[in-house]
């Protein structure tokens, strides 16, 4: 059973909007969450993180929003450029993953220019 | 240029054949990690290191085999490989192994088990 999912296998958006991937997960444990962003023939590259003790963390055009009570957090890009064309995986740990990472399944992202 | 590097970059190879993966680290970290990416789920982690001599199974550890004799090295060994292990396989390192601290990946390997 998936700890962490990201039930949109892809999204599309225009250039100069806003995307919004979102994650979900089902262990109340996990008090830390990453996004990272990979390139086609690339490993994945750290984007932006967020201790469960904000709800918030906002990094130039992208920010991560983590809401406890309903188990899930998004990240926003604003405004989304080609150059984010790419798969984002949401991933989380905790004390009972032994702080190690579980990931979700990722995203694909096309910017339509 | 900090950087983990993975070798080889792809394999095709024959069942029950033993293979090596390689994989190295410029950046003097404590921490190493080895994950299997497959279609629909993800990364999900074989081994990790959290320094030398130190290593621990991780979710899909059935089938593999790791060791950590030297900080920058932390090669993925197949004693007998199968077709279900045909698969992306990355590798991965950061300062400590701390969940707060980001991680760096290799480019990836692509086995493929016949």
């Known amino acids: 059973d998936q700890q962490v999912k990201q039930n949109s296998p892809s999204l599309s958006v225009q250039e100069g909007r806003i995307s919004i991937l979102n994650c979900d997960y089902t262990?109340?444990?996990?008090?830390?969450f990453l996004w990272y962003k990979k390139y086609p023939a690339e490993g994945p590259t750290f984007l932006i993180s967020?201790?469960?003790i904000k709800d918030k963390n906002e990094d130039g055009r992208f920010t991560v929003f983590l809401n406890k009570s309903a188990k899930h957090l998004s990240l926003h890009i604003v405004p989304s450029q080609p150059g984010d064309s790419a798969v984002y995986f949401c991933?989380?740990?905790?004390?009972?993953?032994?702080?190690?990472?579980?990931w979700g399944a990722g995203t694909k992202l096309i910017i339509k220019p | 240029e900090a950087q983990v590097t993975q070798n080889p970059r792809y394999l095709i190879t024959v069942t029950g054949k033993k293979l090596t993966v390689t994989c190295s680290q410029n950046?003097?970290?404590?921490?190493m990690s080895w994950y299997r990416q497959d279609p629909g789920l993800g990364l999900r982690q074989i081994y990790y290191?959290?320094?030398?001599?130190?290593?621990d199974k991780g979710d899909v550890p059935e089938g593999y085999k790791v060791s950590r004799k030297e900080k920058r090295n932390f090669p993925l060994i197949l004693e007998s490989p199968s077709p279900n292990q045909t698969s992306l396989y990355f590798c991965?390192?950061?300062?400590?192994?701390?969940?707060?601290?980001?991680?760096?990946f290799g480019d990836g390997t692509r086995l493929s088990i016949l």
């Open positions: 950046m003097n970290h404590e921490y």
């Open positions: 991933a989380a740990s905790g004390w009972d993953s032994n702080y190690q990472l579980i």
């Open positions: 290191s959290m320094n030398v001599e130190v290593t």
């Open positions: 991965a390192s950061s300062l400590r192994g701390q969940n707060n601290q980001p991680q760096h």
């Open positions: 262990n109340s444990m996990f008090d830390y």
């Open positions: 967020i201790s469960s």
